[in-house]
């Protein structure tokens, strides 16, 4: 009866007799392709889960070991693409080898003879008041992976590891594409190579598959990640057809996914308009899904737009919907990604003590059990810049380094090329001019240059070093490059390219390049406004004032600055300039009063120690005067001294074996804008 239903035969006794069989319709032939909708056996992913075992210490749990195990494989197998040893087989294989701990050895080797490519294995722990799940995962490509969960109910713990190991499972099966050995390599390799997000290879493959007909794109969802990790503004203009073709075959769960990979690359061609319908769209697919897991990231996804789009309110409330929707499983995971964004928020509002104290609990949460090295790149390269506002140069270092690291490790080159570029400036003004130029090697290397982002970056941090060695002309010059491929990256521009170019500007005496820029940050007030980067419009025009002489004007808009801007970075440069023109003016009472607002800057910045020196200086401190900017002279590189600094350093001690004031000349620009 089971054959007639699988070939379709009637259910006549006469045809299909008590014993025996009769073969009433022709064999298919061995090397006939199967129907491209299926998997066969040699296409999925063979999996096997061994028996739970039991250390909880309670005897009525006895049943965990083969019941969950059994519902694990019933999660397991509901997933196109795996294929799970039957439970019977496993323990069969088992038979003889060691009992306790850990799966050993030789418990592997006979399950992997058995045909399983991967191996689960799974401990059941009690807790206080709930469950702990720890699990192994032992596969031929990532030969450990170690996690837990933990919960209050066994059965619904274990569908939440099953479907977590599912969806790291899925990243290693092979795609659903016909019987096809060229072109199933070459998309094997472009996922790889879109993994590890090296831009170029994974195309030249990808056109491979394409090339195919049928071709890999059919089916499946790994290759619309894959498609959509190809540096989005970058990928070619197929891609938005492949991705729509398999948004509209798939099943819920794969629409959503494409959807959100849509979405994340419009949002990355500025479109975030498209992004946000495609992200409602996906929402709404997955209402009545049930995979919470699913959901809690396209959420992700929204709450990300929202920040881009200054709704702080919004993204707050997402974060707050993500934490109540998934629990277990990638609940720390979530958590961290959750508190990250919340982190951000707070510092954008100008909250650096919140935000940091918020970052660092997020750091924390993506260290263990395992660190989550693409969360972690994220956080630390915010704490980085939390610091450098606050002028903190040696714990930003610290804090840049390990971002780039954990950047390199995720294989994300946007990420990494955004920690080196900032890794370059926090190592140039700390004085450490050796880590300076490993950042500046690794942005010019190919895997960086391959991305639209990471030229943007190489390119920018180009423009800056020629700044810091004095080349005014070929700085700006590189800038207007910066400015053309800032047009496709508007946050990266608006955030702190422009603001780079626009003091470039001003102190290169390119007074009408100056004013552009100026009025393309007022044409941009919302994306500044409620920020800690509101006032950079005032913060400019008050170093364009000065330079053309209006003093007044100058003081004005520096005190309009101070009134807008909150804790930041444009507050820190304000508060320092305004040091800077109070010592020239011998307004000597007000100096305390800005420095106070920037003690670290004076401590381990070069902005800072220069303001410092030249108080001492008009205080008749001129002893402390040549000390603090010896100091800057002797342990900066020397090509990032300008003439400027050492005059100010022979002036001081000229002072100081003298006895008697030297007439100070006043600076050209604004002392922050060297820099």
């Known amino acids: 009866m089971s054959l007639s239903t699988m070939i379709g035969a009637p259910h006549s006794p006469l045809l299909f007799p008590a014993r025996g069989f009769v073969a009433l319709h022709p064999l298919a032939p061995a090397t006939q392709a199967a129907p491209r909708e299926r998997y066969s056996a040699d296409q999925a992913l063979t999996v096997a889960a061994l028996p739970f075992r039991n250390h909880t210490g309670r005897d009525e749990l006895v049943w965990v070991e083969f019941g969950l195990a059994a519902l694990l494989n019933r999660e397991l197998q509901a997933q196109h693409g795996i294929a799970v040893l039957p439970l019977v087989d496993v323990v069969t294989a088992l038979k003889g080898s060691a009992a306790d701990g850990p799966p050993a050895a030789r418990a592997i080797e006979h399950i992997r003879a058995i045909g399983a490519r991967a191996v689960i294995a799974v401990q059941v722990h009690s807790r206080e008041s709930d469950f702990e799940l720890r699990y192994q995962l032992l596969s031929e490509r990532r030969r450990e992976d170690a996690g837990s969960l933990h919960g209050g109910d066994l059965t619904q713990l274990t569908i939440a590891l099953g479907r977590k190991l599912a969806s790291e499972l899925l990243i290693e099966a092979p795609a659903r594409i016909a019987i096809d050995a060229f072109t199933h390599e070459a998309f094997a390799r472009a996922k790889g190579a879109a993994r590890e997000q090296r831009y170029q290879t994974a195309q030249d493959y ?15 969802i790994a290759h619309v990640e894959s498609l959509a990790a190809l540096e989005h503004p970058d990928t070619p203009s197929k891609a938005q057809a492949l ?52 959901k809690a990231s396209v959420l992700l996804e929204r709450c990300e737009l929202a920040i881009s789009d ?70 630390l390269h915010r704490i980085a810049i939390v610091h450098r506002d606050a002028g903190r140069m040696r714990d930003a270092a610290r804090a840049i380094d390990e971002a780039a690291e954990c950047a390199k490790l995720a294989g994300a080159p946007i990420r990494h090329a955004l920690a080196l570029a900032l890794q370059l400036r926090v190592h140039s003004d700390a004085g450490n001019p050796s880590a300076a130029k490993a950042a500046q090697a690794a942005l010019e290397s190919a895997p960086i240059q391959q991305s639209g982002a990471g030229r943007l970056l190489s390119q920018l941090s180009d423009a800056w070093l020629c700044w810091r060695s004095d080349r005014v002309a070929d700085a700006l010059q590189r800038m207007e490059r910066v400015r053309k491929l800032g047009r496709e990256a508007r946050d990266f521009w608006l955030s702190f390219a422009i603001a780079t170019n626009t003091g470039m500007a001003i102190a290169g005496a390119r007074y009408d390049l100056a004013r552009e820029l100026i009025a393309e940050i007022e044409a941009h007030r919302r994306f500044y406004e409620g920020t800690c980067l509101h006032g950079s419009a005032h913060f400019f025009k008050a170093a364009l004032a000065h330079a053309r002489g209006d003093r007044a004007q100058a003081w004005r808009l520096l005190r309009e600055t101070m009134a807008v801007s909150t804790a930041g970075i444009v507050r820190s440069n304000a508060c320092l300039a305004a040091a800077w023109l109070a010592c020239e003016d011998r307004a000597l009472q007000e100096v305390p009063g800005w420095l106070d607002e920037v003690p670290a800057w004076t401590a381990e910045h070069p902005n800072g120690i220069m303001v410092l020196a030249r108080y001492h200086f008009e205080r008749g401190d001129w002893a402390t005067a040549a000390e603090h900017q010896a100091r800057y002279v002797e342990h900066w590189p020397a090509d990032e001294v300008t003439q400027d600094q050492r005059r100010l350093l022979h002036s001081y001690r000229e002072a100081m074996r003298t006895g008697r004031p030297v007439a100070m000349p006043r600076l050209p620009h604004l002392l922050s804008l060297r820099f």
């Open 206 to 220: 990808l056109q491979v598959c394409v090339a195919s007909q049928p071709h890999a794109f059919d089916m499946g």
């Open 243 to 294: 991705l729509a073709r398999a948004a509209a075959s798939a099943d819920v769960g794969t629409q959503a996914r494409v959807l959100r990979a849509l979405a994340a690359y419009y949002r990355a061609l500025e479109n975030n308009a498209l992004a946000r319908t495609l992200i409602h769209q996906a929402l709404t697919l997955l209402e009545s899904n049930g995979d919470d897991a699913l």
């Open 310 to 379: 200054r709704e702080f309110e919004l993204a707050q409330s997402i974060g707050q919907r993500v934490l109540a929707t998934v629990q277990g499983g990638d609940g720390d995971r979530l958590t961290a990604q959750c508190l990250r964004q919340e982190g951000v928020i707070a510092h954008l509002r100008g909250g650096a003590a919140r935000a940091l104290e918020i970052l660092q609990r997020s750091a924390q949460l993506s260290r263990t059990p395992h660190p989550q090295h693409a969360d972690l790149a994220r956080t």
